[in-house]
């Protein structure tokens, strides 16, 4: 019965706050426009960064990655005859 005193003044402070909360999110705007949220994660993030992956900017540096990789003796084929060695099947 004690742990009522405690514990109902701090679930209302706690309701309260929550209430507070809920109403300074209406006013700060945080609901006017949820269609524009969802649309928002289908556009670009930057226009110059969509502009260098369609000029091939990306596959450039795939090709430098696979060739770094190749003089540092892991490359695919590499890590295949590697496998192939330990008797790992391919499928």
């Given at each position: 019965?004690?742990?009522?005193?405690?514990?109902?003044?701090m679930s209302v402070l706690l309701v309260l706050g929550l209430i507070g909360l809920f109403a300074w999110a209406l006013h700060a705007g945080q609901f006017d426009d949820l269609e524009r949220e969802g649309m928002r994660v289908l556009e670009a993030d930057e226009p110059e960064q969509a502009d260098a992956t369609l000029a091939g900017v990306a596959p450039a540096r795939r090709s430098q990655r696979l060739d770094s990789a190749q003089e540092a003796g892991n490359s695919p084929a590499h890590n295949v005859a590697l496998k192939d060695q330990r008797g790992a099947t391919h499928e």
């Open positions: 019965m004690e742990s009522l005193y405690l514990l109902l003044p």
